[in-house]
């Protein structure tokens, strides 16, 4: 199921909500965040203290889904996690940071490299 960001929005206000839950594709609310390309939505998810690491049902994470849209401010949100885990692959054998040197978007990689 496809949330877009009002409806996303709405979610975060609920309260007694499992924000680790995935939906039938496996995707966090997390996930579903990075691939709106809403920064400040991303941020107010990031401030629940989601799990950054859930995959989806193709592998891919919140941060590979930011890192693909080329949206360097999510990228930095979700580098800021304590616990996050760069090196999750895909089903496709790419992490955030190889699609990222496969795009060629140098500022990125810096933000991965630091």
């Not at 496996?26 to 709106?36: D, G, H, R, Y």
């Amino acid at each position: 199921m496809y949330l877009c960001c009002f409806q996303l929005r709405k979610l975060l206000k609920q309260k007694n909500i499992n924000f680790n839950e995935v939906n039938s594709k496996k995707e966090s609310i997390l996930l579903l965040a990075a691939k709106t390309n809403d920064s400040t939505l991303l941020e107010k998810v990031v401030e629940k203290k989601v799990d950054p690491n859930i995959q989806n049902n193709i592998g891919e994470t919140a941060l590979s889904c930011a890192a693909h849209s080329d949206n360097l401010n999510n990228v930095k949100n979700l580098l800021a996690y304590p616990n996050i885990n760069i090196h999750l692959a895909g089903s496709n054998k790419k992490t955030a940071m190889s699609s990222t040197m496969i795009h060629g978007n140098l500022d990125m990689l810096k933000v991965f490299i630091q």
